[in-house]
Structure formats: structure tokens, C-alpha cells
């Protein structure tokens, strides 16, 4: 088969840059973990009318290994709700539950089409309570960047977006205790001091309602403009993990493929390219010893093509796969050298005798 130049350039990023950059790197970032295993989400693309999550249930046995070394099949509320019929997702939570895997969805708290908490959990209520109809059980919910959204797309100040998303997080408390709530805020957009105040103020403002703060910290880092704008830095991420931790508040970052929208607009992206991205970012955030409570695997760039099967090239399942393997459970999947066999001895030529001076 033909190889695209993104397969190509994958080929190459495994054959060598994955063997050298290994031993030295990966051991570095296990030694920042706490002890407690991390916890692995995997959201497939929701791009051509879900095909990709569609996939995972039509072809089960073309993901057994994936499935065994995550936690959370994740994927956003309203595109579960809209996409997927009631048999197909009665059927589905069935199968969840015997491989148990946990349901996790990425829900509004305050967006363009709901500017309070209360009118976006009144929204997205008549969903959840179909998938509990339908035997899902929701493990946990990840608000889609409430702060990002009052700046940017609906004008709101920064107090505006406390309380109404206070305000949602009580809501959620009241009426399905058993859900945990995480925070996905973006960063650069958003400067590092920011997350520092954003969360330090939601959970006093939650205190102050007597109602439990956030469950886990969720990042997603627009990464390509590290390179593009030099905005940014690997380094200030781990500063955030680093002051999570000391709040005793789960960190998580979002693996994706940053560069994938500009790439595809040059017409240089394919399903390589995703593969690639996020074993970079893998290597690129283990090299400053970022090691997140959760390691999130989502796509929402329309790309891989195709979920399984987890052998194939390039597929959404490998992708996950293979990072957990690299970067989670630390069983490499890069082929190492053999070692070189010893070098021999050099032979030692006798030294010649001298001539005799006896006579006969």
C-alpha cells in the first residue's frame, strides 16, 4: 500500500525518535507520580454522525487491549443525545458495563445557548435522565470551559462566570449526587495566573454555598502556539499540575492534535498527523516531568477517520493504545536494539626470538 507523506513522517518519528528519546525521558515522569494510578479517558471523534463511537460497539473485538487500559469512554452530551438511537445506546451501556468502563460526558455550564448555570442544567437535565433510562450510568461530567466562554463569546465578567457556574455545580449536586464534576478551561487563552484565581475562587464561592468544589482540573492546551506565536510554555503547565496537586485537586490535560485545523488547511493532514500529535505532546510534556492524574485522549478535529481496529494504522484505538503504553503503563512499544555482541580480544602475536650467539 501507498504510504501518504504523513505516514511516511510517522514511520520515521516512531523508528527513531520514539528508541532514543524513551529510556530517557518517560522514567522521569513516572518518578512525579503520587502512587495512585492514573485514570485514562478516551473520547473518539464525534465528526460524520458519531461513526467512530458507533464503531467501538459494531467491531468489539477489534479493541479488547484498548479497552483493558482505560478507565472513561468520554464523549460530549449533546452529540450522544442527538446522534444515537435508543436501542443502539440501551445495547451499548450494556456492553459498557461488562467490560467496566465508565460513562463520562462533556457538558455546557455556561454557554451562548444557556448564559446561566440554571437554564443549561435545564437543558441538558432530559438528557442525562434518558441515559440513565437507558441504563448508562454517568460516572462523571466535564463543564466545556465556562470562564473561556464568558470572555469570549457572551462578554461576561470574570464574577458573572463564578456564580453561574457555582450555580450549575449546585444544580448538578442536588440532582445527581453521585456525578463528579471537573473544570475544562483552555490555556494559553487563558494566562496561567488566571487558572490560578479561577479556581481558588469557583471552589470559595462553592464553599460559601455549602456545596462540594470540583472533583478534577481539566486543561486543554492549544500547544501548536508554542511554535506559531511562541505563546506559552510546557513548563507552566507543569506549574499548574504542580499547584493542583498541592490543593489536593486531580489535574488533567487533554492529549490532542493541536496542529491538526492549520495543517489541514495547507492540506498536509491525514490521520498520521493525529497519531503523531499526540505522542508529541506525550514526549514534549514528560521531557519538563508532567505526569497528570488523568490522561485524556479526545478528538474533536474530525480526525482519525476511523476507530478501529486498534492494529491498524493510524486508527483512533491504536492511538490510544499505544499511548497508554508509552506514556501510562510504561510498556513501550518501540522496538529496542539488540545489544551489540562483545568485541573480541585482539590475539597477541608472540614476539620473535632473538638471534643465537652460540657457535657450533
Known amino acids: 500500500m501507498r504510504q501518504s507523506p504523513g505516514g511516511m513522517m510517522a514511520q520515521a518519528f516512531l523508528g527513531s525518535l520514539g528508541v532514543a528519546i524513551l529510556s530517557l525521558i518517560v522514567p522521569q515522569a513516572a518518578a512525579q507520580t503520587t502512587g495512585t494510578k492514573p485514570i485514562v479517558w478516551m473520547g473518539p471523534p464525534g465528526a460524520q454522525d458519531g461513526k467512530c463511537f458507533r464503531e467501538l460497539f459494531e467491531h468489539p473485538d477489534e479493541w479488547k487491549e484498548t479497552r483493558s487500559i482505560i ?24 456492553m459498557m458495563k461488562q467490560w467496566g468502563l465508565k460513562l463520562g460526558l462533556e457538558v455546557g455550564a455556561v454557554k451562548p445557548w444557556g448564559k446561566t448555570g440554571e437554564e443549561v442544567f435545564n437543558k441538558e437535565r432530559p438528557m442525562w435522565e434518558r441515559i440513565q433510562r437507558l441504563g448508562g450510568d454517568i460516572s462523571a461530567i466535564a463543564m466545556d470551559e465556562p470562564l473561556k466562554c464568558c ?39 487563558i494566562p496561567l495566573k488566571d487558572h490560578y484565581w479561577w479556581i481558588e475562587a469557583l471552589n470559595k464561592r462553592l464553599a460559601e454555598m455549602k456545596v462540594r468544589g470540583l472533583d478534577f482540573y481539566r486543561l486543554d492546551v492549544n500547544w501548536a502556539v508554542f511554535v506559531v506565536r511562541n505563546e506559552g510554555s510546557w513548563k507552566e503547565v507543569r506549574e499548574l499540575e504542580r499547584h493542583c496537586r498541592e490543593k489536593n485537586l486531580p489535574f488533567s490535560l487533554i492529549y490532542w492534535a493541536a496542529g491538526y485545523p492549520a495543517l489541514q488547511r495547507k492540506g498536509i493532514a491525514d490521520d498520521a498527523t493525529w497519531y503523531v500529535s499526540i505522542m508529541q505532546q506525550g514526549y514534549d510534556y514528560a521531557l519538563v516531568d508532567g505526569a497528570p492524574d488523568e490522561y485524556v485522549i479526545e478528538s474533536w478535529v474530525g480526525a482519525p477517520s476511523r476507530s478501529v481496529p486498534e492494529t491498524g494504522d493510524f486508527t483512533f484505538t491504536r492511538s490510544v493504545r499505544d499511548f497508554v503504553r508509552t506514556f501510562v503503563t ?31
Open 330 to 360: 510504561k510498556n513501550h512499544i518501540a522496538p529496542q536494539a539488540p545489544p551489540l555482541p562483545p568485541k573480541p580480544k585482539p590475539r597477541r602475536t608472540p614476539a620473535a626470538k632473538p638471534p643465537s650467539d652460540a657457535t657450533s
Open 151 to 189: 470572555r469570549m463569546d457572551i462578554d461576561k465578567p470574570d464574577d458573572y462566570a463564578v456564580q453561574e457556574t457555582a450555580n450549575f455545580i449546585a444544580l448538578v449536586r442536588k440532582n445527581f449526587p453521585r456525578i463528579q464534576i471537573g473544570d475544562i478551561e483552555t490555556y494559553p487563552s
Open 71 to 94: 478507565d472513561v469512554l468520554f464523549y460530549a452530551g449533546q452529540n450522544i443525545d442527538k446522534q444515537f438511537k435508543d436501542d443502539e445506546m440501551k445495547s451499548w451501556f450494556a
